[in-house]
Structures are given as structure tokens and as C-alpha cells.
């Protein structure tokens, strides 16, 4: 062998030994399972680095080479160690500049002066109808400041569905969508005019406050208008209060950057050092001003004589009472939500008997390190009631909030579930059905009510949600770095309003994906998740959210609003338990493993299929339960409290209404449990017999004494093949409560149980419909040349509603409300017409003429189980009839495109139609489409 053989062995077998030694070692290290994929990389590059420079040195003609690549490599090697240095201490102490030493100091610069009480005495925004305006906006003024194309630009004024019907109160948003919105409900004054109304006498020393702006809509150079408040004596004296200069609004220029763009921060920090990302400058400015105690008229005047097409929006202008008496007596509420959060995140579940038992030090030196997760939450333990069984209302965000502010069951509401953006079709349904909303209801009884949020659900602003009642919205969307924004200015709002009743909804969107935040509570949670880097975020994501907690919590301490706010910690739905959060498996997570619970996941359909995600939410009860941990105001709880009562999140907004007003609101839904926070050791199964809920696949859950029923939910898809064919199976569950705690052992193929069963599908077919659904009839291309099709429906003993043409050469005309008459020319493309009737099934008569003649029942296909309903009364009578999908584990097969000349039927749910935009119903009822129907029983 010669000399430069051997050097070559002599190299090779120590990088060979070198890597197996630690593949052997290191890659059976459970420890380090999560990290070990990374190292084995980097430990992969070294190698080849290392054998490429000792290789290359041994012949002389590459030496020269060989020295340059080996320069190469240690400056490669030391530019990724000092890059890596610098991310972590970039992440850990620079990428935040307002974050925990930032809060905390927020929150303790906070100064109490709340030993008087400032009530509500007139609120303009609602007395616009006995107010005298004296230039009203028209239509055109209208038509003008609601053109859909501001919204382009960031121009967001918008009807308030709620309140009162005056045309001159409007909602205005400040900022930039995606980035932050300041919303508020304004009353608004058009150029050279002005609004009056009358003021009571008051026996206490009283203010006017509201924030002005001046919305700059032509985007012409900023410009001033004047704004001059004056009050009117009884006996004909005029007084000046208040008169200033007000600029238009200047959105400033926001370039967005997140956790993958870190060099961009980095620029942006040093530009503009120790500023957050957003500007807390909205255009919005803060007018306060005190007015006399006698009778007279309050006047809010504006002239601009720089721009004609100038208007002025006062934002939630409201007189208050001052009063030198704490406010005892009037119950705030803050209303905390972190995104996904569960129950077996907050150590309060998971160890409520040990903390019941041994108190708050004593369980968590017994918990151990690595098991405690919410130690500022944990802190309250002796003044908490602990819901055990809230169920959800959406399986996603937007159904459960929709559904929490309005007490209404999703799919009455005319949104879509999984389609991020709500169109104006949407929003104009959902304001059509007049629902009562907590925030409106709150606000109408003196309440200020304030959503601060960083998920756009309770406003219209982003196109992600609706306008649920609110008097403001302030919403951070875009920004992760701006998590901390919205802790801050919960503060001020805590700080500002501390005199007040209010009602503050904060949603914070931890630990929801992305998950990011301060990476020093990341790498603290890497050794106790094993270097599971899932794990860690979500570890991570949890203490953050504590933190989060802690800052509110001190806030309302410091500010003593503890002893008047009732505080409530819970979840929009839940992730369920992740694995390794804790040393060993949670309570759910166990009794699931034990008993072996087949995972649930949502079958992936064709590319074109509505549903075509991935994956999902499970649908059993630790997912669809939620968290719910109510802090009542100090002292009136002694001893930590459990309630196992089964509750929907429906039940909520009368809850609070009651619990803070004593009053009943007929439009809600849902039931008050005032009872269970007055006394938490009230035994109760269930506040409602049948709890809905809106996810993927809508269907509800049945309680009835110890058992639980749900049906139909198909996002259980199990594929198999027989005989070549392909079929869906739509399982129904079963449980016993008493036995099986957390659904772990379905009992539907029991022959034990067939009994209870039964009773649960007649009291669901007889009792319960799973959604609202919508008709539509789909015309393909004709087979004959010119055929035109008369279609006449009629909706016997109600009315046909919302009907829709999609694509052309499609018509129709009302004949009366429950009946109207369709025209269809022939045309190569697929055509559809949807209605629904009021009330929803109503017996329905359809009759089809091809070219004045009868269509021959062979033309006509049906996806409703009664054959050929078409020239007679469809059988719709009775509920079996409606329930099309009633046949557990019916079959459905593979699909094919509409035919050429047909005709087709279908009754499909509101929410799968909703989801489906204009271009897919013009048509594209693809195959996978169609699969998703035939797995609801929806086509035969």
C-alpha cells in the first residue's frame, strides 16, 4: 500500500468510527431526541468539512486547495456561531424592547384615584333621535363615506348594525388593517352643521368626553376642521367650552416583519430605538371637558374651510357623573382569552385536589419543576371557580366568539366557518337577523365595552369577523412582536376606566400558530421537553400566556379593581393536551391511551374539495371542554371551587348580563348559570339537554342523564375499500359519563347499550336539527338546441327567502312571497338558483317545464331521499324527512361530473354553501365536492 493510501485510511476510519460513535451515543439519548436531527447535521457538515481538507492536503497538486477550502470553512463555521450568538441574544433581549421589564413597569407606574364613581348620564351615540342636527347626513353623504373602494385604503366607516337607526351614527376605524385598528362608535357631524341635545340637571360635578378625528377620505394633504362645544342655558345663555383645531387623520407608513425577516427588525430597531413596530398615534385625540351642573343644551359644532367633502367623528361621546363614593357596587368584568389554550395546560385542572388539599406552596414543591406550567394562575386557587365541563360553540375561532357575544348557534348567523374572509353578503345576513349582543346590551345599561384583541373576531374591520356590539375595538393583527402592545394598552384601559363600569374582552392569540414569542421562555422549556421542539413552543407559549395573566392580574390589583371586577380565564376551543407538556401524560391524555382511542382526523378530499385541509381538531369532549376559571371579585370566594355542571358557551352572555344587571335578554339563546357562581357546589348534569357545535362538520352533543350522544360527525372519515368500491363511514359515539369521564370508549356496537342508543337517535330525530340547510337547483348544458326551462317553486305555508342566481342567462320573478318563477335559457355553462324558505322546511312544490312542457322525471336528479318529489308536494313533513343523513354509516360512492341535460336537486347545510364563493357556485361541483355531500348523505 503506498504512503498516500495509507494517510487516506488513516483519515477515513477515524471520521468513520467518530460518526458511529456518535450515532451510537447521542442518537439514543431520549433527552435530546427532539435536538438530535440538528445535530446530527451539523455533526455531518464538520465531517465532510473536515475529511475534504484532510483529503485534498494529501496530494500536492491540491494542497494549495486544500489550505483555501479549510480557510473557507472556519469562516463559514465562525460566521454561523456568530450569527447564532447573536439571534439568541437578539430574541432573548432586543426583539422585544417593550416586553416583560417594559410591562412590568407599565403595570406598576399605574396610580390609583378611584375613590369616586363616574357614571354614564347621556349617551349621544344613543340619543341621536331626540338630538337636533341640524344638517343630517343624506344618502348621499351615505353613499359617499360607505363607498366599499375606501376600504382599499385602509378607510373603514362602516353602519352600526346596532343601537339606534339615525343615519349620522356611524363606525369608524383609525390605523392600518392587519397592522392595528382603533374602532369606535361615533356619532358623526357633516361640514358647517352641528348636533344638540338636552342635558338633565345633575346634582354632581359632570364632564363630556369622546375622541375626535377626522377621517381624510379624498387622501388630498392633511387638513384642519374646528371643533367648537358650547352649552346652552335654560335661560338663553350660551357658553363656549371647548374650541380647537382638529387635523385630519395621517395613517402612517407600517412595512410589516416578523420572526423570519429578523434583519429587517434589526434595521428598524436601530432607526428607530426603544420605539414599538406600530405608532400609537391613530389620529385619534382625546377631548375631556367639564360642563355646567343646570338644565340646558349640550353642542358639538364643526366647520372646515379648507375641504367641503369634510367630516368629523366623535367617537363614543358620552357625559358622565362624578360622584365622591367608591364604586363597590357596580361589577366590572374582564373577560380573558387565549387562543387554544386547555385545560390540561393550567396546572389548576391537572392538580385541583392536591391544591384544594395542601394549598398553593405546598402543591407546587410536590408538583415538581417540570410539571408546573401556570404559576400565576396557580396563585388564585383559593379564589377561583373551576368549570369543568364548558363545551366549546366552534371547533375554529370565528363560530365560538360569533356564538359566545350573541348566544346564537353559528350556523343561524350566516357566516362562513373556515373561509377566512366574510364577505359584505355575509355581514349583511348576520345584521338582518337583528341578534342581541353582550357588548350592546352592556353599553345600553351605562357599561363602556371594549374589545382589545390581536385576533380581528368581535369587529368588521379586517374581513375576518363581525361587528358584535362593541363600543371600541382595538386590534393588533399583523405583528407577533406586538403581543406586548396589547398587554399595554389593557393597562392604560384598566388605568383610564378605573372610575367606570366597563366590560373588557381581550383575546390574545396565545398559544395559537405561529407561537411565537420571547425565545428565553423557548429555551428554558427545551430541557424539560426532552429538546422536543414542539413541545418546547408550546411549553413556552404557555408560561408567556401566565405572564400575560399576571400583568392584567396586578393591574386590577394595584388599581383596586379586584374588588369589583369579576375576571374570567378561558379559551375560544382548545388544542387538547400536547405531547411531553408534563413529566407523564395529563388525566385525558392518559384515560385515552389507556383505552386506546383511535385518533380522529379530517379526511383530505380531492384539490378542489371545500374541506380540502389537512387534519383538524379532535372532536371529543377534552377538546371540545375549554377551560373556564372564574375570579370573582375579592373575598367572595374562600377555598378553591369545582363545578362539573355541563354548560355551552352559548350560556354565557346571559350569564354576565345577569350576574351584572339582574335582567334577561329574550333574543338570547342560551341560559344564565348566575346560579353556579353564586353557589359553585350546586349539583347539576347539565344546563342544556342538547349543546350544538360548529366545526368542520356541524353536529351537536346530547346529554342525557349519564350519557353522552353525538352524531354524524363526519370529520371522523374512515376510507376503506371493498369490492373496488370506495365508502365513508359516519360513525356515531355513545358514552357513558359515569364510567368513561372522557369519552374514551365508544359504546354505539354495545349490544348493552342498544337500548339507550335507540332513545338517543328518536330523541334527536324528534327534538333536535343538526343545521339550517339551503336548496339549490344546478342546470348543466342542455341536450336540445334552444330548450328554454320553466322552473315554478313554491314554499307552501311560508315564504321563500335569500334567493341567488349564480351565472347567466338565469332568472327569476316573485310571484308572492312564497312562491316565484325561474326562466333558464340554454347556455354552455353550469348555472345554479338557491333559496331558502322561512320557516326553515317548509313543504316545498317544484315543478320543471322544458319549452311549456312537463320535464320527464328521468331528467331530474335529487339529493334528498324521497324519489322524484318534482310536480308534487315534496315529502318534507315530518322530521325523518329532513334528517337525509339519518342512516348511520350509509354509503357513498364515487362521483362523476353533472351530465349534459339534466337537471339536479340538492339540500345542502348553510355552512357548507357558505363556504363556497361565487366562482365555485358558478359551478364547480367537483367530484370532491360531491364526496363531501354524499359523506354528509346529502347526494345519494
Known amino acids: 500500500m503506498s504512503e498516500r493510501m495509507k494517510r487516506a485510511v488513516y483519515i477515513i476510519l477515524p471520521a468513520v468510527v467518530a460518526v458511529l460513535l456518535f450515532k451510537l451515543t447521542l442518537g439514543k439519548w431520549d433527552r435530546i431526541a427532539g435536538i438530535y436531527p440538528y445535530l446530527n447535521r451539523i455533526f455531518s457538515v464538520i465531517v465532510l468539512a473536515w475529511l475534504s481538507v484532510k483529503l485534498l492536503k494529501i496530494h500536492e497538486k491540491t494542497a494549495g486547495f486544500s489550505s483555501l477550502l479549510k480557510k473557507i470553512f472556519i469562516g463559514c463555521g465562525i460566521l454561523s456561531v456568530s450569527v447564532s450568538v447573536f439571534l439568541v441574544i437578539w430574541y432573548n433581549y432586543c426583539f422585544f424592547p417593550d416586553d416583560e421589564d417594559y410591562l412590568l413597569k407599565q403595570a406598576d407606574s399605574v396610580t390609583y384615584n378611584g375613590n369616586s364613581i363616574e357614571r354614564v348620564q347621556s349617551d349621544l351615540v344613543r340619543e341621536l333621535g331626540k338630538s337636533i342636527i341640524s344638517s343630517p347626513l343624506e344618502k348621499k353623504d351615505l353613499d359617499y363615506l360607505l363607498n366599499p373602494e375606501l376600504k382599499s385604503r385602509d378607510i373603514y366607516i362602516d353602519e352600526n348594525p346596532y343601537g339606534n337607526n339615525s343615519r349620522n351614527n356611524l363606525k369608524y376605524a383609525t390605523g392600518k388593517t392587519f397592522y392595528y385598528i382603533y374602532q369606535k362608535n361615533c356619532a358623526v357631524i357633516k361640514n358647517h352643521s352641528s348636533i344638540r341635545w338636552t342635558q338633565k340637571q345633575s346634582r354632581s360635578e359632570r364632564f363630556l368626553e369622546f375622541d375626535a378625528v377626522i377621517p381624510n377620505i379624498d387622501s388630498s394633504s392633511n387638513f384642519h376642521g374646528r371643533v367648537v362645544v358650547s352649552y346652552s342655558l335654560q335661560g338663553g345663555k350660551k357658553v363656549k367650552l371647548y374650541e380647537k383645531n382638529i387635523g385630519s387623520e395621517v395613517k402612517p407608513d407600517i412595512e410589516a416583519f416578523r420572526f423570519s425577516n429578523v434583519f429587517k427588525a434589526v434595521l428598524f430597531y436601530l432607526k428607530n430605538p426603544g420605539r414599538s413596530v406600530i405608532t400609537d398615534n391613530t389620529g385619534w385625540e382625546k377631548i375631556k371637558l367639564a360642563i355646567p351642573r343646570e338644565k340646558g343644551s349640550l353642542e358639538i359644532r364643526f366647520e372646515s374651510s379648507e375641504h367641503d367633502n369634510a367630516y368629523f367623528f366623535a367617537g363614543t361621546p358620552r357625559v358622565f357623573e362624578a360622584e365622591k363614593k367608591p364604586l363597590k357596587k357596580e361589577l366590572n368584568i374582564v373577560y380573558i382569552i387565549f387562543d387554544t389554550i386547555g385545560q390540561p395546560h393550567i396546572d389548576l385542572y391537572e392538580y385541583y385536589k392536591l391544591f384544594k388539599e395542601k394549598g398553593y406552596d405546598a402543591a407546587i414543591s410536590e408538583m415538581g419543576k417540570n410539571n408546573v406550567r401556570t404559576p400565576e394562575i396557580d396563585r388564585y386557587f383559593d379564589k377561583s371557580i373551576l368549570f369543568y365541563n364548558m363545551t366549546t360553540e366552534g371547533e375554529t375561532t370565528r363560530p365560538s366568539i360569533v356564538s359566545l357575544w ?24 348576520f345584521y ?168 380522529q382526523s379530517v379526511a383530505t378530499f380531492h384539490p378542489n374539495a371545500i374541506y380540502a385541509r389537512k387534519g383538524g381538531q379532535h372532536l371529543y369532549s377534552d377538546y371540545m371542554k375549554i377551560p373556564f376559571i372564574v375570579i370573582p371579585p375579592a373575598g367572595v370566594v374562600n377555598g378553591v371551587k369545582k363545578n362539573e ?164 342567462n338565469i332568472s327569476y320573478k316573485r310571484k308572492s312571497s312564497g312562491k316565484l318563477e325561474l326562466a333558464v335559457r340554454n347556455d354552455s355553462a353550469n348555472r345554479i338558483f338557491s333559496f331558502e324558505t322561512k320557516p326553515y322546511r317548509s313543504r316545498l312544490k317544484i315543478s320543471i317545464y322544458s ?76 367530484p370532491g365536492i360531491k364526496e363531501v355531500l354524499r359523506g354528509w348523505g346529502y347526494i345519494q
Open 645 to 808: 355542571t355541563y354548560i355551552s358557551t352559548l350560556d354565557v352572555a346571559p350569564t354576565l348580563l345577569d350576574i351584572t344587571t339582574g335582567e334577561k335578554q329574550k333574543k338570547f339563546s342560551g341560559s344564565s348559570f348566575k346560579n353556579l357562581l353564586e353557589k359553585p357546589e350546586t349539583e347539576m348534569k347539565y344546563t342544556h339537554e342538547f349543546i350544538p357545535m360548529v366545526g368542520r362538520f356541524m353536529r351537536g352533543f346530547i346529554y342525557q342523564g349519564r350519557y353522552k350522544y353525538w352524531w354524524n360527525i363526519t370529520g371522523i372519515y374512515k376510507y376503506d375499500v371493498k369490492k373496488g368500491i370506495k365508502y365513508i363511514k359516519q360513525p356515531e359515539h355513545l358514552y357513558d359519563l359515569e364510567n368513561d369521564y372522557f369519552n374514551t370508549k365508544n359504546l354505539v356496537s354495545d349490544e348493552k347499550y342498544r337500548d339507550v342508543l335507540r332513545r338517543m337517535r328518536v330523541l334527536r330525530m324528534n327534538s333536535y336539527r343538526d343545521y339550517d340547510e339551503i336548496n339549490f337547483l344546478q342546470f348543466p348544458e342542455f341536450s336540445k338546441p334552444g330548450e328554454r326551462l320553466d322552473v315554478k317553486i313554491e314554499a307552501i305555508g311560508g315564504e321563500i327567502v335569500y334567493p341567488e342566481v349564480f351565472g347567466k
Open 432 to 599: 338582518e337577523k337583528e341578534f342581541a349582543t353582550l357588548g350592546d346590551e352592556l353599553s345600553k345599561r351605562g357599561y363602556l365595552t371594549k374589545q382589545i384583541a390581536c385576533n380581528a373576531q368581535g369587529h368588521n374591520v379586517s374581513g375576518v369577523g363581525s361587528d358584535l356590539g362593541f363600543d371600541e375595538n382595538h386590534d393588533y393583527t399583523m405583528e407577533t412582536s406586538e403581543y406586548p402592545a396589547n398587554i399595554k394598552h389593557i393597562v392604560k384601559f384598566l388605568e383610564e376606566n378605573q372610575k367606570r363600569k366597563f366590560f373588557l374582552y381581550t383575546h390574545l392569540n396565545i398559544p395559537h400558530t405561529p407561537k411565537w414569542i420571547p425565545s428565553k421562555y423557548f429555551i428554558n422549556e427545551l430541557w424539560g421537553s426532552m429538546f422536543n421542539i414542539d413541545a418546547a413552543k408550546i411549553r413556552g407559549n404557555i408560561r408567556y400566556a401566565d405572564f400575560n395573566f399576571k400583568m392584567i392580574m396586578d393591574t386590577l390589583k394595584k388599581l383596586k379593581l379586584d374588588k369589583n371586577t369579576l375576571v374570567v380565564l378561558t379559551a375560544d376551543h382548545s388544542m387538547g393536551e400536547p405531547f411531553l407538556f408534563r413529566e407523564k401524560p395529563g388525566r385525558q391524555l392518559s384515560a385515552a391511551m389507556k383505552n386506546g382511542r383511535e385518533s
Open 406 to 429: 350573541t348566544s346564537q348557534i353559528y350556523t343561524k348567523c350566516r357566516m362562513p366557518v373556515f373561509r377566512n374572509i366574510v364577505s359584505i353578503k355575509n355581514q349583511k345576513k
Open 851 to 926: 319549452n311549456g312542457r312537463p320535464v320527464n322525471s328521468d331528467r331530474i336528479k335529487i339529493g334528498v331521499e324521497k324519489n322524484n318529489p318534482f310536480g308534487k308536494v315534496i315529502s318534507l313533513n315530518d322530521p325523518s324527512d329532513f334528517f337525509v343523513s339519518r342512516i348511520t354509516g350509509r354509503t357513498g360512492y364515487e362521483s362523476t361530473d353533472t351530465e349534459k341535460g339534466f337537471v339536479y336537486f340538492f339540500r345542502v347545510p348553510v355552512n357548507y354553501w357558505l363556504e363556497m364563493n361565487s366562482d365555485t357556485k358558478d359551478i364547480n361541483l367537483s
